[in-house]
């Protein structure tokens, strides 16, 4: 995937462990924030029935492409109505890859040649090119979506991998608060659509939902739930504002300098101290599961010690440390190590 805040690949052994350690085989797991979807996708491949949820719309399309499928879709009905080289998906991107560029949103808000709206100076998230080239794509497949000639698992898949190749050119230092100054090298390259791999392993009767975790938790029966909330004050949806307009396909407002979308209604209480608990108490007292594992962070809004005071409302509580590399995204003077922390909580009967 991409570099992402909090992303667990690095963990995923030691993750899958103690889940393991707490279920039995194929028990139905949740992945209550699930970001870009590697834990997720550990799960699946390890035969756990997936559980997986997060508030943003491009996890959302992650999501929909690892759990639900495990080979592209066909495309039947678009093949249809557009002249193909071939059938399929790999046919699907060499048609979307040679559309003419087109100057639209994204040109003339996110490149160095375009307009902002708001009169603030271009911005150099991407080369023009690449910028028209994501306008072309997008416009062609929000067109392909309201002539019904895609399913949603097949917007799922090509958004999907418009965004994977959106990372891969993008100007940025890590995530999409701001962009660099200069291009770099990778952002000079030629946006091109690649066929993504998909998952084999594992079943594809998963769940994939979309909203606030202390919302969505109400709504699930599981045997154990995975929690990676946010540990800081740093929100997802301002820090990925480009990658959820991708997959939202909107032309919102692109405010301020750095061109954000107004990211309110996906603002996570989790990077709030003053929230933070009583979200926590929503999920855990709404969902109906007994076993909690719960990654956090030294860096966290709470330190490890008003975690476990507060957790232990609810259950017995148990951690474990782990030494892990820190995600910086630009010339922090944070030292490189960190604690993380799988926290372990077991709800007393009758909590809800």
């Excluded at 393991?20 to 085989?25: I, M």
């Excluded at 965004?163 to 100007?171: E, G, K």
């Amino acid at each position: 995937m991409f570099r992402y805040i909090g992303n667990k690949t690095k963990l995923l052994p030691m993750i899958i462990n103690e889940i393991s350690e707490n279920t039995r085989p194929k028990s139905t797991v949740v992945d209550l924030m699930a970001g870009t979807g590697s834990v997720s996708v550990a799960l699946r491949t390890n035969g756990f029935h997936v559980i997986s949820s997060d508030m943003m719309t491009y996890s959302k399309h992650h999501l929909v492409t690892q759990l639900l499928i495990n080979k592209a879709p066909d495309f039947f009905e678009l093949n249809k109505h557009i002249s193909l080289s071939n059938k399929g998906y790999d046919a699907v991107l060499d048609y979307l890859n040679n559309l003419t560029p087109k100057e639209g949103y994204f040109f003339q808000e996110f490149s160095p040649e375009g307009t902002p709206a708001n009169g603030t100076p271009s911005r150099k998230y991407f080369t023009s090119e690449n910028a028209k080239k994501i306008d072309a794509i997008r416009d062609t497949i929000n067109l392909w979506i309201s002539k019904g000639w895609i399913t949603n698992i097949e917007e799922s898949v090509l958004k999907h991998t418009l965004i994977m190749a959106v990372n891969d050119v993008a100007n940025i230092s890590g995530t999409y608060g701001y962009f660099l100054s200069s291009f770099n090298k990778n952002s000079l390259e030629n946006l091109v659509l690649k066929p993504v791999s998909f998952v084999t392993e594992g079943s594809t009767d998963n769940v994939v939902l979309q909203g606030f975790a202390e919302d969505i938790s109400q709504n699930i029966v599981a045997d154990l739930c995975y929690i990676d909330p946010p540990y800081m004050k740093r929100q997802y949806a301002a820090n990925y504002h480009i990658l959820e307009t991708i997959a939202r396909g909107d032309y919102p407002e692109a405010v301020g300098k750095s061109g954000l979308r107004d990211w309110w209604d996906q603002h996570s209480k989790f990077c709030t101290k003053t929230r933070i608990r009583a979200s926590f108490e929503k999920i855990f007292t709404s969902m109906k599961c007994d076993i909690f594992l719960i990654s956090y962070s030294e860096d966290g809004l709470l330190s490890i010690e008003e975690l476990i005071d507060f957790f232990s409302k609810f259950g017995s509580v148990s951690y474990k440390v782990i030494e892990y590399s820190r995600f910086k995204s630009n010339n922090s003077r944070l030292s490189k190590e960190l604690n993380e922390y799988i926290i372990r909580l077991e709800k007393h009967k009758g909590v809800s």
